[in-house]
């Protein structure tokens, strides 16, 4: 069965700013809220299941091997949300993100704490059986309009991986066995048998 997001209708007079926003998520860790800033709206997102779980933790894991490594940059899992100027969503959250050390370090310690008011250079979006494709191909679209260099959209439903690029153009594989960050991430290479 399909979950949906619960919507929470906000009056325009009770519009929260973006510390109200941060503390309320705080005070409810339990839950992933988004906060849609055209309609003042607030998500309440359903937590995924066991198997979709599972299989972004092997995302995660593979991802923060190679960023231990490397460390060129660092990494972030699904409960981050990123404050980015013309975004749609305040906070946008991806599956996984990575970010180039030398931006994430112009930050400030107060911005680093809160939503970080930054483009992450690297998303996943790894599909679970509650999301639509065409959801998931928009937001895709929208973090390489804000931002992102590399972006992967795994559909596990189709076994197809969508690639998008900072320059606009897009590919898709069918079952690939792995996943290449060259040269954005290099020598990062995404085992896609634990992810299928």
């Given at each position: 069965m399909s979950s949906v997001p619960l919507v929470l209708s906000i009056p325009p007079s009770m519009q929260l700013t973006d510390e109200q926003f941060f503390e309320l998520c705080e005070i409810n860790s339990d839950l992933y809220l988004e906060r849609n800033l055209k309609t003042g709206e607030i998500l309440i997102m359903t937590p995924v299941g066991g198997e979709t779980g599972n299989r972004n933790f092997s995302l995660i894991v593979q991802l923060g091997i190679w960023v231990k490594q490397d460390q060129t940059g660092i990494g972030f899992d699904s409960s981050t949300g990123f404050r980015i100027t013309g975004a749609s969503k305040d906070p946008m959250s991806p599956d996984a993100a990575w970010v180039q050390l030398e931006r994430w370090n112009t930050l400030t310690p107060e911005q680093k704490r809160k939503f970080p008011p930054i483009c992450p250079d690297f998303v996943v979006e790894l599909r679970s059986p509650s999301?639509?494709?065409?959801?998931?191909?928009?937001?895709?679209?929208?973090?390489?309009?804000?931002?992102?260099?590399?972006?992967?959209?795994?559909?596990?439903?189709?076994?197809k991986v969508y690639i998008y690029h900072h320059d606009g153009s897009q590919e898709c594989l069918e079952n690939p066995q792995t996943l290449s960050g060259n040269p954005l991430l290099p020598n990062f290479e995404l085992d896609m048998r634990e992810i299928w």
């Open positions: 999301d639509t494709l065409k959801s998931l191909q928009e937001k895709m679209e929208e973090w390489v309009h804000l931002g992102v260099q590399l972006g992967w959209l795994i559909d596990r439903i189709g076994r």
